[in-house]
């Protein structure tokens, strides 16, 4: 299983093989990425690759950027399609934009991108939206500060442990069967 994103990913510790375990991972994040990035290095960072699975975290940048949830779906689905024209039955999870302390002034915007993007996934089998967002958020429903390190944006030690716990649930569950089916697949790196 591939795991394509911005920071949030590139910043996973090395704990993320550990944390989805028993799942073999290719991570492949670069700081700073936004969907259309995802689409224009689509063949060398996933489709090349082969995966039986991909995991996107990409449009948290898009946004901060000033692009429309709109923008962000099309963009989505650029990457979703070139994915599937390459390998037809891969299965694509899309993590949800997290909510985060520096662009909660954002969060209409965010949320507008999440719900298109959910949308979309429920409308073909072979993709998924994970939602991150209800865990994420306090009981006045704005972010948990203990999730995010001190700039407001990336995500502390808990941020990634609660982030493991719901990847967990939904991926291993989903995943194990194809892992047991294809063997080692993937090599950790």
């Known amino acids: 299983m591939l795991i394509l994103g911005s920071s949030t990913i590139k910043r996973w510790p090395q704990t993320i093989h550990a944390d989805l375990e028993p799942l073999s991972l290719l991570v492949r994040g670069f700081g700073g990425s ?3 990035d995802a689409l224009h290095f689509a063949e060398r960072i996933a489709i090349r690759h082969k995966p039986r699975a991909v995991v996107v975290y990409e449009g ?3 946004i901060a950027q000033g692009l429309r949830a709109e923008t962000v779906l099309r963009s989505f689905l ?24 520096k662009r909660w002034a954002l969060w209409p915007e ?10 979309a996934c429920a409308q073909d089998e072979r993709m998924e939206y994970l939602d991150m967002v209800p865990p994420m958020l306090d009981a006045a429903g704005r972010p948990r500060p203990e999730l ?4 407001g944006l990336h995500l502390s030690v808990e ?7 719901l990847l ?7 995943e ?14």
């Open 176 to 189: 194990r069967p194809y892992e047991n089916a294809a063997g080692a697949g993937l090599a950790r790196r």
């Open 60 to 62: 948290d940048n898009d």
């Open 34 to 36: 936004t969907m259309n």
């Open 110 to 119: 965010i949320r507008r991108a999440n719900a298109l993007i959910a949308h």
């Open 168 to 174: 967990r649930g939904t991926l291993v569950e989903s």
């Open 78 to 101: 650029a990457l979703a399609e070139r994915i599937h024209r390459a390998l037809p039955d891969t299965r694509i999870y899309a993590i949800s934009i997290k909510p985060s302390l």
């Open 148 to 151: 995010f390190v001190q700039d």
């Open 159 to 165: 941020g990634y442990a609660l982030w493991a716990q």
